[in-house]
């Protein structure tokens, strides 16, 4: 049982470039996440989903597309990375109230 | 605005004594307050998580304390290790799936021997 696990760990990108990330979990869980976490500020939920097939706008989600075509897997999107998107970024799932993150990739856009 | 606040922003303390974070909250509706311990380059890990009913739960050496009616929460670190290094953050959310979560700024603690 890996938890939730992300790809790549880091990744440097110019801007203008695109690229996927990807949240993969092994614990049937129906919700997942995704966060990007700014040095010395909270977690802000960029998109979420409640099931495979459905995808829902969280507080940032301005530049960034998901996908949930699986149930196990949740793909983030940058079409045209900005320097504004540099970031960690972490990947959860939920399953009864607790939330499980995975280990997060490290994003700069020079 | 829903709004999680945490103190302090950072806090240093001596190996094996005790020490007190806090977390005020405006998020409402209310479902549940959670802690995360998050370790530097790490995702957050689930310490606690209290709902409306409930004001005091511990995991180990933490234990966490909810006053729905104040909106404020605690969470106390008993006899600290240098593995306790790490960021407390509280999350607040109106439902059960998470998605309107409103996460604080952590309180980042340091223990030193």
């Known amino acids: 049982n890996a938890g939730v696990t992300q790809t790549p760990k880091f990744r440097v990108l110019k801007t203008g470039q695109s690229m996927t990330l990807l949240c993969a979990q092994d614990m049937n869980h129906e919700y997942m996440y995704w966060y990007r976490q700014d040095p010395g500020m909270g977690l802000r939920l960029i998109h979420y989903s409640v099931g495979e097939g459905t995808t829902a706008k969280g507080e940032v989600p301005d530049g960034y597309n998901v996908s949930r075509l699986k149930k196990q897997n949740f793909l983030l999107g940058l079409e045209s990375a900005a320097p504004s998107q540099t970031s960690v970024y972490f990947c959860a799932s939920l399953k009864t109230d607790t939330q499980y993150f995975g280990p997060g990739t490290r994003l700069t856009v020079l | 605005k829903n709004q999680v606040e945490q103190s302090p922003q950072s806090l240093i303390i001596l190996e094996g004594k005790n020490c007190t974070l806090q977390c005020n909250y405006t998020v409402s509706p209310f479902s549940n307050l959670r802690w995360y311990k998050q370790d530097t380059g790490r995702g957050p890990v689930s310490l606690t998580i209290?709902?409306?009913?409930?004001n005091t739960k511990s995991n180990g050496r933490y234990t966490a304390t909810l006053d729905a009616d104040t909106k404020q929460s605690s969470l106390h670190i008993t006899a600290s290790q240098l593995s306790d290094s790490a960021s407390y953050i509280c999350v607040v959310s109106p439902n059960t799936n998470a998605g309107k979560s409103t996460f604080g700024d952590g309180t980042t603690l340091t223990v030193k021997p």
């Open positions: 209290m709902t409306f009913s409930e």
